[in-house]
């Protein structure tokens, strides 16, 4: 536990530790996006999945900044602090499912394609984009980056930024 105890102190702490976590989750969550949009890593069930925790989460976090900045309910920032790590605990557990389906260690689930595809608007190449499309499988990764898959940086990155969020609801005024 840190040593702020007085009211703005931890307000302060709330609203760095939120606002750090609204970025992190962003940028986490936007780097997937850039390798599915940019870089045509077609995503597949799973990975689509463990884009939740941080669809919720930055908006909650923005919020949690925004309450804290204003000074409002210290206990209100606190607990949407917690369900930031909650959500992130998710994706952890969500995150080792999958690459634990990609290193074979057990099966994915059956239906596991992709979710999103991107086809032409043009109804004239409908049906060539929709036979030109393969879906992602779970139990493949789609690339390593120092030998683990985006599915396992995740999990480091939904580890990280729940420590924190964990550490932010932690932070209290205490009282003398």
Not at 110 to 130: K, P, R, W
């Amino acid at each position: 536990m840190s040593s702020a105890s007085t009211p703005s102190q931890v307000r302060s702490q709330h609203a760095l530790v939120s606002g750090f976590l609204a970025l992190a989750m962003a940028g986490v969550v936007g780097s997937a996006l850039a390798f599915q949009y940019i870089g045509g890593y077609l995503p597949c069930k799973l990975c689509m999945e463990e884009r939740i925790p941080y669809y919720v989460g930055v908006p909650l976090m923005l919020l949690s900044a925004l309450l804290a900045a204003l000074g409002k309910s210290e206990k209100l920032t606190r607990i949407l602090l917690f369900i930031a790590g909650l959500l992130m605990t998710y994706g952890l557990i969500l995150s080792v499912y999958h690459s634990g389906v990609e290193w074979k260690f057990w099966e994915g689930p059956a239906d596991c394609a992709t979710a999103a595809v991107s086809i032409t608007t043009s109804a004239g190449n409908l049906l060539g984009d929709l036979n030109a499309v393969k879906p992602a499988a779970c139990d493949v990764a789609a690339g390593r980056f120092l030998g683990i898959s985006f599915a396992g940086w995740n999990g480091v990155a939904s580890l990280f930024l729940g420590i924190i969020a964990f550490y932010g609801a932690s932070l209290k005024t205490t009282r003398s």
